[in-house]
């Protein structure tokens, strides 16, 4: 039987389905620079490219015909395609949040050539999910049921390949009650100095293990939330652009924008033309468009 307290970490945990894409590209040497809020997982069916990472310590990943490949959320990144008659691929994104929004997969180190039976089991729960999203239209219930059971198969074969950041774990534990109060309120104006008083680390030390343990300041991982949500919005409503803003906690709708491109290498217009195609061609499912149903799933609401 398991402990209420392995209960409790089944509930910290969860997946949320974001998109799936469908896509031929010709061939090209490069595209521009993009990131996506979201990791993504890439699954070249024919033709082969590779990743590049803005940050060259995360180094490449290369993407062989019939591999898959598991890019990082929230890094800056451009992509190429060598094959001379183009690639076809399938592009799966899911959330794997922790606590209420936070990057599980940020506490491991995953490689970026996933040995090949991590593949075999992605190229099975994608090609799953894919077979379900276009049998399943009209069915949300059904829908829902089948995202999660393929987000969490996904979850699981890059976990069984990844390895845990053990030397992180005291300064991480000692940052939770930072980042669950960022993952709650990221729309509202941040206090940094409440930050560090929820945290035993002096105003320098904080910035320092944060930096480390998150890969960016607190005002960038906030920049990064809000990010997220507006995406979100932009695909799952018709508010406005300024609107989409106002809810995330940036009312300047023109330094939103200008954020959001930055960030995301498209405008919140563009972003919510493509569906979240990374080029805006393809064919694209979102997530579903009443989330309730994927809440209620999460929390045995159902």
Known sequence: MASSNDMSRDQ?????????????????????????PFPVLIWNIRGHGETLYRDSRLGRVPRAENSVAYIMANEVRQSA??????????MVSYSFEYRGGFNLLNLYEVP????????????????????????MVGDATAQAVQRKLCGYA???ALLRC????QDSVP???????????????????????????????????????????????????????RVRAAAIRLLHSADSVAAVGAAVGWHDAFYF????????????????????????????????????????????GM
């Open 257 to 300: 924008s200008k954020v959001f491109k930055q960030l995301t290498g498209m405008s919140p217009l563009a972003y919510r033309k493509s569906r979240g195609d990374e080029l805006g061609m393809g064919t694209s499912k979102v997530g579903d468009e009443r989330p309730e149903i994927d809440n209620e799933l999460s929390s045995g």
């Open 81 to 90: 395609t060598y094959s001379s008659d183009g690639l076809d691929y399938l």
């Open 171 to 225: 300064q991480w534990r000692r940052l939770l009650t930072v980042v669950q109060y960022l993952n709650d309120y990221f729309a509202e104006p941040i206090d940094v100095d409440k930050l560090i008083a929820l945290t035993p680390y002096s105003r320098a030390h904080f910035f320092r293990i944060f930096q480390a343990q998150l890969h960016s300041t607190p005002l960038a991982y906030v920049q990064r939330l």
């Open 12 to 36: 910290e945990i969860d997946v949320v389905f974001r998109v799936l894409v469908r896509q031929q590209l010709p061939c090209a040497p490069t595209r521009g620079w993009i990131m996506q």
């Open 112 to 135: 970026n050539v996933l040995p090949e039976d991590a593949q075999e089991a992605l190229r099975e729960a994608m090609g799953r999910l894919e077979q379900s999203e276009n049998a």
């Open 154 to 156: 996904l979850l699981d």
């Open 162 to 165: 990844a390895t845990r950041r």
